[in-house]
């Protein structure tokens, strides 16, 4: 199953419109999609304007393959199950986004090794056929990686570095 | 009559965040809390799944393009700071999460702001706003913490 989100704030009909292109040339391969408020209307795709967390993360966990805009929530869920990701950002210059911070955030998860990114509709279905072909990809990482392992225990840190006097008022007569 | 707390040896903390990335990287912070007594504030009524049996805790979304949501959003997490009397806010945004830690900062506690990971070229709105107030402001990139000031520790990946 192919999982395609583009989030809820904005339409992007630039990557229904590709997926639907592509579903087109490769019928039986089911495709469920989170997609906002869109133009786009398939009977290739099972689409759902919104899709609640708990539904989301059972969608990314059943997927074969993750197809997402560049939005943190759809990169992070993937990398917490491991799932291979076509990213395809939203571009401000199409009237997709407000900024092209999208941009931004794709170049600097470029080193993720579930991640793959495209900027256009050609692009996106060749790495599709290539990820549906290949068998599941190597597990991202053991664990928990070191930089993750610092921020929580500088969290914990910070947590336990205070006075617990402070805020405790109540529990008088 | 007196009332027992028997959490009253930990450190009470607020964790909260707005919705879809923010609330997603608050979850993988988790760790970070397993010797305090969590309470999770965020938008999703769904999301208290996630974390349960942590106390949970909902408002309504707002960011800052709808001021009318953004004061009901004030509100909710005012009366949230309140309940729970936290000793230690962390929050990884947005708008809420500058809310929640000005109004924390009122009644004592101490505040981490960690902008989101989506900020990668520079901190977010609410991040420049959290500067000023949190104890500690925290980026997850290297790059911009030098050019902000804002530390960088590590990340949610």
Known sequence: MIFVTVGTQLPFDRLLAAIDDWAFANPGEQIIAQTGVTTVSS???DARPF???STFREL????DVLVAHAGMGSILTAVEFAKPVIVMPR?????EHRNDHQLATVQNLAHLSNLEIVQDAQTLSS???KQLGAGPLEKLREGISDGHRRLVGEISNFIAGGSLGGTLTFGEA | MK???NTAKKHRVLAVASGGGHWVQLLRLRPAFANSNVHFATVDPKAKAQVAPAPFYTFKDANRDTKLKLMLSALQIAVI???VRPHVVIS???APGYLAIRMAKLIGARTMFIDSIANANELSLSAHLAKRHADKLVTQWPSVAEKTGANFIGSVL
């Open chain 1, 43 to 45: 009977p290739r795709i």
């Open chain 1, 51 to 53: 899709v609640d967390g």
């Open chain 1, 60 to 63: 990314v966990q059943q997927a």
């Open chain 1, 91 to 95: 571009r401000a210059d199409l009237g």
């Open chain 1, 127 to 129: 790495v599709l056929d």
């Open chain 2, 3 to 5: 009332r027992k707390i």
């Open chain 2, 81 to 83: 700071v309140l309940r």
């Open chain 2, 92 to 94: 990884t945004g947005a």
